[in-house]
C-alpha cells in the first residue's frame, strides 16, 4: 500500500503507463496549453521524477516548504508531486490574491521557494523580496532550469511518510488571515479511498472516468479529492483554468467527460443558456458538487440526462458525504448519511445533541480510537484554534444542519449566513433556493442588512436574466412570485439589481464584496426598500394591504 500522494501516482503509472493521467481542452483564452493536452500517466512519471530530481540538486529535502502559484497549469501537479516524493510540503496559494495577502500565505508558511508563471511573475518577485526573510522564485516558463537554492533550513520532525505534512491549504476565515490547514499524506489518501469508494450513483470504474474540474488547483476538490481519487483509480483529471459558461459543453464534449464538477452558481447557468446541439453530444455519467435548488436540479438532470450529487466536506475534514445512494433523496438541501469510518452528531450551542429535525451545528469525527485520524493534523502555528475546533473529541465545522431519523442529513447554511430577524434564524441559501427560479432572476445573493425594528432584514442582490430591466416594478414582481415558496418573514425586504455577483475561483458568491467596505447596502441606488410588502395579511374580508394585529401593534 503507498504510503504517500507521489507513491500512489508512481504506482499507477508503472501499472497502467499509457492511460490517461491529465487533460486539458484547447483553449485561445487560457494563456497556455491552446491547443490542448493529454498526458499518459508513464509521461508524466517520468516529468515528475526528472523535477524531483532537480529539487534534491538544489539542496530541498524533507521539510521545506514551496509555495505554487501556478493557477491550474499542468506544472502546478507536477511540482506537488516531485516536492511529495522529496519530502517536501508544497503550499498552495490563490494566484488572485493581493501582494500583502500574498505576502502573508508565503511568510507565514516560512517557505523556501515559490513557484509561479506569467502573468504575475513580476509581482510575485516583488512581493517576495519583500519578506522578512527574502525567498527566491522560479518562473516555470522562463528560461533558467536550475532551481534556485533554499534560503533557509527545512523545518524539523518530519515523521514518517504516512503521517508527513504533504500540503498545507489556506482556508477563507471569516476574520481576519486565512487558516493555514495542514494535511498529511495519509488524510490526502484517505480522501482519495473514502471519495472513490462512495459508490452508488457516484460509481467509478478505475482505468475508464474522465473527470473535467473546472475549479482552482490551489482548492481541496482538486489536489486533495479528485487527484487522489483519480491516482488511486488509474483515471483522467481534466482541468480548465476556471468555469466558463460559454465553452462548457464544448469542453466535455472535446475531452471526453464521464463525470464533472460543479457548485451552485454553475447548473443554473448552464440552464439559462439557449439550448445548443452539443449539449447533447456528452457521455456524463454524473456531475458532484453542492448548493443547487431542487427546482434547478430537477430541471437541469431531465435537460441535460445525468444526475447532480449533492455533497458536503471541508479542508479540514479530509472525507466527504455524498448523496450518491439509490434511492436518492431529493428533497431540498439533502447532502447524504455518514459512513464508517465518518461520526457525526448534531448540537446546540452548547454541544448537547439535538433532536431530529432541530437545527445545529454538524460536528465530525473518525469512528476509532483517534477521532482525528484522517483528518487535518493542525492549523499552522495556531494550537488554540485547532483545539477549540476539536474540543469535547469532536470537530466543529460551523455549518447548521438537521438531521432525519433514517440519518438523511440537510444543508441549513453556514452559521455566518444566517440572518437573525425579530428572533427568527432564517438561512440565506433558503431564500436563494426560493428566488433562483424565478424568470427575472439569473442569479441571486442573499445578505443581511441592518433594521431598526427587527435588527436584521434580508438582501436579495439579484442579477437579472437578460433583457430584463431593472425597475421597482420588477422588485415587487419577484417578491409577489415569491409568496408561494416563503412565509412572510422570509421574504426580502430589500432587493438591489447587480450586473455583476463576485464569486471566487471555485464560483462561491462573495457576498462581502457586492457592495464597497463601509457602505450601507440600503443606501446604494440599485437598492429597492420593499419591507411594506412583508407584512402578513390577515385571514378573512380584510383588505390584501391589511396586516397582523401583532405586527401593527409593534410598529406603532
Known amino acids: 500500500m503507498p504510503d504517500s500522494v507521489y507513491e500512489q501516482f508512481r504506482d499507477a503509472a508503472r501499472q ?16 497556455y496549453d491552446s491547443k490542448g493536452s493529454e498526458y499518459a500517466y508513464g509521461d508524466a512519471l517520468g516529468i515528475v521524477d526528472k523535477l524531483a530530481d532537480r529539487y534534491v540538486a538544489a539542496g530541498y529535502r524533507e521539510g521545506h516548504r514551496v509555495a505554487l502559484v501556478l493557477g491550474n497549469r499542468p506544472d502546478h501537479f507536477w511540482h506537488l508531486l516531485a516536492l511529495n516524493r522529496i519530502g517536501a510540503s508544497a503550499v498552495l496559494i490563490n494566484p488572485d490574491y493581493l501582494p500583502a495577502e500574498l505576502a502573508y500565505g508565503i511568510g507565514f508558511a516560512d517557505c523556501a521557494l515559490v513557484i509561479g508563471a506569467a502573468p504575475m511573475i513580476d509581482e510575485l518577485m516583488r512581493v517576495a523580496a519583500g519578506l522578512e526573510i527574502p525567498v527566491p522564485v522560479f518562473d516555470v516558463v522562463g528560461p533558467g532550469l536550475e532551481l534556485p537554492p533554499p534560503p533557509r ?6 515523521g514518517p511518510a504516512a503521517g508527513r505534512e504533504a500540503l498545507i491549504i489556506y482556508t477563507s476565515g471569516t476574520t481576519g488571515n486565512p487558516k493555514g490547514c495542514i494535511i498529511s499524506n495519509f488524510s490526502c489518501l484517505a480522501a482519495g479511498e473514502f471519495y472513490g469508494t462512495a459508490g452508488g450513483l457516484m ?23 479528485t487527484l487522489n481519487t483519480m491516482t488511486r483509480l488509474r483515471n483522467c483529471l481534466i482541468m480548465q483554468d476556471r468555469f466558463h459558461a460559454s465553452t462548457w459543453w464544448a469542453d466535455i464534449v472535446s475531452t471526453r467527460a464521464t463525470a464533472v464538477h460543479y457548485l451552485g452558481i454553475v447548473p443554473p447557468l448552464l440552464l439559462k443558456a439557449p439550448v445548443t446541439e452539443i449539449e447533447k453530444q456528452h ?3 454524473f456531475g458532484q458538487g453542492a448548493g443547487v435548488d431542487p427546482s434547478v436540479r430537477t430541471a437541469f438532470e431531465a435537460r441535460f440526462g445525468f444526475p447532480l450529487v449533492e455533497g458536503w466536506g471541508m479542508t479540514e475534514t479530509s472525507r466527504a458525504i455524498h448523496n450518491a445512494s439509490e434511492p436518492r433523496c431529493l428533497e431540498p438541501r439533502a447532502f447524504g448519511r455518514p459512513r464508517p469510518p465518518m461520526d457525526m452528531r448534531v448540537v446546540d450551542e452548547n454541544d448537547v445533541t439535538v433532536p431530529f429535525g432541530i437545527p445545529g451545528e454538524l460536528l465530525v469525527r473518525d469512528s476509532g480510537p483517534d477521532p482525528r485520524r484522517g483528518f487535518f493534523t493542525a492549523y499552522l502555528k495556531q494550537p488554540e484554534e485547532t483545539e477549540r475546533a476539536w474540543r469535547g473529541g469532536w470537530f466543529h465545522t460551523g455549518d447548521i444542519v438537521t438531521q432525519r431519523e433514517d440519518g438523511m442529513l440537510f444543508f441549513v447554511e453556514r452559521r455566518k449566513n444566517i440572518i437573525r430577524r425579530s428572533g427568527e434564524n432564517i438561512s440565506a441559501a433558503t431564500v436563494e433556493d426560493a428566488l433562483i427560479g424565478d424568470p427575472a432572476v439569473q442569479l441571486v445573493a442573499v445578505i443581511s442588512v441592518p433594521d431598526d425594528f427587527h435588527d436584521e432584514e434580508i438582501m436579495a442582490c439579484v442579477r437579472l436574466a437578460p433583457g430584463v430591466a431593472p425597475s421597482l416594478e420588477v422588485a415587487r414582481e419577484i417578491v409577489d412570485r415569491a409568496r408561494d415558496k416563503l412565509a412572510h418573514y422570509k421574504l426580502p425586504a430589500w432587493i438591489a439589481f447587480v450586473d455583476q455577483i463576485p464569486v471566487t475561483g471555485t464560483q462561491k458568491v462573495r457576498k462581502g464584496v457586492i457592495f464597497p467596505e463601509g457602505s450601507d447596502p440600503r443606501e446604494d441606488p440599485r437598492s429597492h426598500d420593499l419591507r411594506q410588502m412583508k407584512r402578513r395579511a390577515v385571514p378573512g374580508p380584510a383588505s390584501a394591504g391589511a396586516v397582523s394585529s401583532a405586527e401593527h401593534n409593534s410598529k406603532h
Open 153 to 158: 533550513a527545512p523545518a524539523a520532525g518530519i
Open 283 to 285: 457521455r456524463v455519467k
Open 203 to 225: 460509481e467509478m470504474t478505475p482505468g475508464r472516468e474522465r473527470f473535467y474540474v473546472p475549479f482552482p488547483s490551489f482548492h481541496m476538490s482538486v489536489s486533495v479529492f
Open 16 to 31: 497502467s503507463p499509457d492511460l490517461p493521467f491529465l487533460a486539458y481542452p484547447a483553449s485561445t483564452t487560457r494563456g
